[in-house]
């Protein structure tokens, strides 16, 4: 081990004497000479004598520093000071004292001006395996050196060196330059930040000891997460506390929050965290406890948090860790335009029965049509940049299209024109030729009322079975078999070749739609399940192959969802997606095994 410890001189004087036997004289040379950095298992060696198991139970959350309250707030914001225990709303859950997992912990700093302080931090996977994330302001406060440490799976009562997977001493904190600590205005927006640790006393880096939470965009406003954390006060033992809830928006900023009790100082920087799978050991986390003067609201209550949106912002910042970058930015910040991209109310959006992409006004760029569960249909027309503009009713509320039961779009006619094809409730199937924003005009038949269609539950169209245009269907049926129907035109329903016998388990499929991932040139089907997870099928041989797109979430179970091609990319790979709620999103370059960037067209 180095007998130097973090802030010992890192030079000594040497005074060496020469004899100068032809003059008889004698000089003394002073010569600056470099002593050996501390090995980066020293370092750790020296954390663990540092931080006794007193030291670490001594720390208090970096909440806990005195400030004055804000002098504005949204609609709440918290008070840098223990939060309280006032009464929640019934109903409000309360979270659940554990163990807590590998990747989740607990950073201590000696430099804080009030003594040790503490905060959670999570273990992100990145090429280093060595990046922690965690509040902007957490990391603000460790910036000012000092003996700095993350200790996974923090245990009270334990030195450093007996936690269940060492310490890692921080290297580096890597903030966004425009945010302000505990900041109540746009910029607390960006109250994340990371850290790069080194490797604990045996040599180990982080994330091969603890394995690593995946960052993730948040996928949208309303999402179910658990939230992990370690209070400093209601907690004797300091245990993690844990919460599965569903995420609201935070209104005026690009915020969500989170309502569960028990969240008290020492929770900021706690993961937000989506499909979690205990056996492989990571998830998605889409957030952290952090945001409007530090992420919680005015009143002080510990059974409300908020969280920044992860979007671009916390990916660069991400990117600049990754590559031991300074983050700088030359613009200020700018808070994302709330104008809704797509026009209405999330109130009146909620009554979407089907949408349909196409480009329908001729201009080029894919537009939207959808089908209104009281028989209206509209058409918005895209601007080409995941926008959309006005709307023209192109059918009457009560009209026939009440009785519409599948609704897809393609090009049947071979005209390179959008088509329109429906399934109606006698299982009648039809399909519009060339539909243009003055409405719909030549109907071609293509199953009788009365027929075996009636049976088919979802359809969508793609280019399947071909590259050259979308005039393939990929039908689920009511008994759980799957067919595709290839070259569908106006003299047919084409060829059909089963996909799925009946009784599988697309039973389970709730809805479906055609979107055609980058480097592709052919269509997948991407299916919402019962369960709200998502995945995407190709063709492949007899059958069709998935992946994942989303675990199970109960919050996608009721939605509504079409794939086009509305960011003009050259291909229909931006899914759109309406909740229950009228809340629509667009998740623009939606690839193969994952969703695209979330972008809100309706606000909830």
């Known amino acids: 081990m180095s007998p130097f410890r973090p802030g010992w001189p890192r030079t000594r004087t040497l005074a060496i004497a020469l004899a100068m036997a032809a003059c008889g004289t004698t000089a003394t040379a002073t010569v600056a000479v470099a002593a050996p950095s501390p090995s980066p298992k020293s370092l750790a060696r020296a954390a663990e004598d540092y931080w006794t198991a007193e030291r670490m139970a001594a720390a208090k959350p970096v909440e806990a ?38 990747m989740v912990g607990t950073f201590f700093s000696s430099a804080g001006p009030a003594g040790a302080t503490y905060c959670t931090a999570s273990v992100v996977q990145s090429a280093g395996r060595n990046l922690v994330l965690t509040a902007g302001h957490c990391a603000k406060s460790m910036a000012d050196g000092g003996q700095r440490i993350f200790v996974p799976q923090y245990r009270k009562g334990k030195d450093a060196a007996n936690q269940p997977y060492g310490v890692f001493p921080v290297d580096k904190v890597f903030v966004d330059p425009r945010y302000t600590k505990n900041s109540t205005g746009p910029d607390s927006n960006l109250d994340f930040a990371f850290a790069r640790v080194g490797v604990n006393a045996q040599g180990a880096k982080v994330e091969d000891r603890t394995g690593g939470l995946r960052l993730t965009s948040t996928p949208r406003w309303t999402s179910t997460v658990n939230v992990l954390g370690y209070p400093g006060s209601h907690n004797p033992d300091q245990r993690a506390i844990g919460c ?43 957030g952290n406890v952090g945001g409007w003067y530090g992420g919680g609201d005015a ?28 983050p700088v930015r030359a613009a200020a910040y700018q808070q994302p335009s709330d104008a809704g991209r797509l026009p209405g109310a999330a109130s009146t959006w909620s009554h979407a029965s089907y949408t349909v992409p196409g480009d329908f006004t001729g201009d080029g760029r894919e537009d939207l049509m959808t089908v209104w569960s009281d028989g209206e249909v509209s058409l918005y027309a895209g601007d080409g940049a995941g926008g959309f503009s006005g709307e023209k009713q192109l059918a009457k509320p009560k009209s026939y ?77 009511a008994d759980g078999k799957v067919t595709l129907e290839s070259g569908v035109s106006a003299s047919g329903l084409g060829t059909e070749r089963k996909l799925a016998d009946s009784g599988s388990f697309w039973r389970n499929s709730a809805s479906l739609t055609a979107l055609q991932p980058s480097g592709q040139d052919r269509s997948n089907v991407v299916v919402r399940w019962s369960d709200g997870s998502l995945g995407s099928f190709a063709l492949s ?64």
Request: charged share 20%.
């Open 244 to 286: 599965t809830v569903p995420t609201t928006r935070l209104p005026g900023y690009r915020q969500m929050q989170m309502k569960c009790g028990g969240y008290y100082g020492g929770v900021s920087g706690s993961p937000w965290i989506t499909n979690y799978d205990a056996k492989s050991g990571t998830g998605d986390v889409v």
């Open 401 to 477: 299209w009440t009785r519409a039961r599948a609704v897809t779009s393609g090009d049947f006619s071979g005209s390179g024109l959008p088509d329109v094809l429906v399934r109606w409730d006698t299982g009648k199937v039809s399909y519009y030729e060339d539909v243009t924003a003055a409405g719909f005009a030549k109907e071609y038949t293509l199953a009788s009322a009365g027929s075996a269609w009636k049976g088919a539950v979802q359809i969508t169209a793609g280019r399947f079975n071909s590259a050259q245009k979308a005039n393939d269907l990929i039908v689920r049926w």
């Open 299 to 326: 009143a002080n209550d510990d059974w409300v948090s908020y969280s920044p949106v992860y979007d671009h912002e916390i990916q660069d910042l991400y990117q600049d860790a990754v590559a031991d970058r300074t």
């Open 541 to 604: 041989g007899s059958g069709l192959s998935g992946t994942r797109l989303q675990a199970p979430n109960a919050s996608w179970t009721q939605t509504v969802m079409t794939a086009g091609d509305f960011s003009s990319s050259g291909r229909r790979d931006d899914l759109v997606v309406r909740w229950s709620n009228g809340e629509t999103s667009l998740y623009d370059g939606t690839a193969q095994g994952a969703l695209g960037t979330w972008t809100p067209l309706v606000q909830p």
């Open 65 to 102: 520093g005195p400030t004055a309250k804000p002098a504005g707030k949204p609609a709440s914001g918290l008070v840098q000071s223990p939060r309280s225990r006032i009464a929640a709303p019934a109903g409000t859950p309360q979270g659940v004292y554990g163990d807590g997992i590998p």
